[in-house]
């Protein structure tokens, strides 16, 4: 019996989401790809912008010698530095390379700095719903998740989380626009937060880490901005990658930046570091670093996206499926129906019922259980056009038999 | 404070190897290029053979939609199946693409291989000196790594090994060639060590894990061959990649492969993706899956290493520093020698102190300690002919005022 009896057991109450991806791969094949509405996978369906292309083409035409060999462990210092600009733009306050650490994706950024943060019994305060990976990320480095659940809006519950800190708590992390819900954190969120982290300091003496999950920074709808954590919280760290807003998820490009306003920049930055190391990324891919340093700015259009949670809002309402109006991301978060059959009468609110019922009629979604949101369903738009326009009958025929 | 105390006496404690590398880049800087005789780092200093820079250049090409979104956790079936091919060869055994992961190099594999397989408290027997690294690599999944130290010709103490394994004994962890010290196991060696872990089994009823870490397998000098292991014990995995013999340790690709014999050979693969998934790695980098996949076999001239292997030696031998002959991989694991002067009575066979000795004369190896080693030294012999050649005289007198 080889695998350890605690990875068994995670494993078998594991994401629904990679679950369902590889579901749909089997159902397209059986069915074929028309005849499929995987909405399971954050895997962005549009294709990178030219200009990273482009720049994928220029790396692999440098020749360089040692480009594909060691650099530190905290990457090429031309791609930390491009890092730390694109990060006082968007902080609105000066970064220097020296903050910033190039990762193997926003998950090897956010585990390198678990690792880093966390001693064991930590606890780190995540409002709910969240991306469900977070739990086995906190697990890894011997900290345990504790949900809070967010107001009906989705906004961060200050009171909530007050209530739920303690002195092992070592880390809020949050993830503006979130997945699964699409909301984005307003600044007097952010300002709030702050204040709680405040608020608690003096309380207990301990500093608690603010860890921004930022990869769908970039995607916002209606002109909402992510509001910014570093002029808010100095004991901050973001973490995210070019995996969403550049469509390069497979290739696992990411960074760290530490808030320099830290008073302890360096010893967290060296953590990170470290961490970075000893988990086994030992660098964040050097091609990508590469590509990513030329193309990070390039421009991307989103308009598919805003026009495909137009067209995916419009079957849904048409279904009698109610969700939360998205300011970000590119996820519907769906209420349960009501079941109108008798037969289903006992599964109201029965969010992986609900699933598997929508797989009878092949529409791929994930309950909102895995993300701490039972009652809810996460529908991924970043698919084709046509993948929309075909599931209209499935949901109605599917909302019709529930 | 938001680093955790336990990573703070880590990265106090932690690695030379990285230290050194990083002292070169800045030694470098400071004396020029020329006049620091940096012997730190496994670095490969060969390019990547030509057909995998084609193969780089055919990737940048493709163009193909979705190259770079996700895939399965586990890799490209393409992938795998290369994969597949590349270890039913080496093992002699077949070995299908449903065996293998994809990973983030040969350390992403082995640590998604050790959260798989560690429950807390577990041991991984490792022979010694060994990659310093597999210390944090154990730690971070709650298991602890028991040295155990090798034979005087480096080959593994199989009453040593006996006496050091228990109930708590759950991994074997082998590296053939070994870093530091150039050993590959010979049948025997894989067959007495396949021995003692059915000796083992019968007294405890524990089955051990056998971990082959296999980075430097096509690097071996003078004819000799790396034992396979599938056929010598059924509960083996191998982790490796291609960050050595093909020059490519910043593009962070690798796999591991699960002993299709394994009478968990399923349960242990599916492990090792889940292990992969929640570390945060998700994937190996999409864009290097599709360049190994085109060229794991191109053929690569090692004679270099050879050569160097040779002019280093003459240059110790010379300078009155002995080592143990290495077999393969590319690094001289040599004696600190006696001290000559009054002064350094006191430090006969400390190693950090040689190594410090030798910094002065802009030479830069690391200290055996690292590597449970102590007082021999490590030097990487990966660097320019031109780094070998012009350290004879540094060497000469540095052991001349030691």
């Known amino acids: ?191 709030a937060l702050a204040a709680f982290l405040q608020a608690h300091k003096e309380k207990t003496g301990r500093t608690v880490v603010l860890v921004a999950d930022e990869p769908y920074r970039e995607i916002v709808y209606g002109g909402v901005q992510v509001a910014p954590v570093f002029p808010a919280w100095s004991e901050s760290v973001i973490v995210t990658s070019f995996a969403k807003n550049l469509s390069l998820p497979g290739e696992r490009i990411g960074y760290a930046a530490v808030n320099p306003a830290s008073e302890n920049a360096a010893e967290l930055t060296d953590g990170i570091v470290f961490a970075t190391r000893i988990l086994g990324y030992v660098n964040a891919p050097a091609f990508f670093q590469r590509v990513i340093a030329r193309s990070w700015n390039a421009p991307a259009d989103y308009t598919p996206y805003a026009a495909r949670r137009q067209a995916l809002s419009a079957v849904l309402r048409d279904a009698g499926i109610s969700f939360a109006e998205p300011e970000g991301a590119f996820y519907l978060f769906c209420r349960v129906p009501e079941p109108k059959q008798a037969a289903h009468r006992d599964l109201s609110g029965n969010d992986k019922a609900f699933c598997d019922h929508l797989k009878e009629f092949r529409i791929l979604g994930v309950p909102g259980s895995g993300f701490c949101g039972p009652g809810w369903i996460r529908l991924a738009y970043c698919v084709s056009a046509q993948t929309i326009s075909g599931s209209r009958q499935a949901f109605a025929e599917a909302v019709k038999a529930w």
Chains 1, 2 share one sequence.
């Open 1 to 191: 019996m080889p695998v350890a009896e605690q990875i068994k057991q995670s494993m078998a109450s594991s994401s629904f989401i990679r679950k369902m991806f590889e579901e749909g791969i089997r159902m397209k094949a059986l069915y074929g790809e028309d005849n499929v509405y995987d909405f399971s996978l954050g895997n962005p369906d549009l294709e990178p912008p030219e200009q990273v292309k482009a720049a994928v083409r220029e790396t692999a035409a440098l020749d360089e010698p040692g480009m594909h060999g060691y650099m530190p462990n905290a990457g090429y210092p031309f791609a930390r530095a491009a890092m730390a600009g694109k990060v006082s733009r968007e902080q609105g306050v000066p970064v220097e390379a020296g903050n910033i650490v190039m990762s193997v994706g926003a998950a090897g950024a956010l585990n390198a700095v678990l690792k880093a943060v966390l001693s064991p019994g930590d606890e780190v305060l995540v409002p709910a719903p969240f991306f469900s990976e977070y739990t086995h990320y906190a697990a890894n480095h011997g900290g345990r998740v504790v949900p809070v659940p967010a107001k009906p809006d989705f906004s961060p519950d200050i009171p909530a989380l007050a209530a739920a800190a303690n002195e092992k708590t070592a880390v809020l992390l949050i993830n503006s626009p979130n997945n699964p819900s699409g909301k984005v954190y307003s600044p007097e969120d952010i300002r």
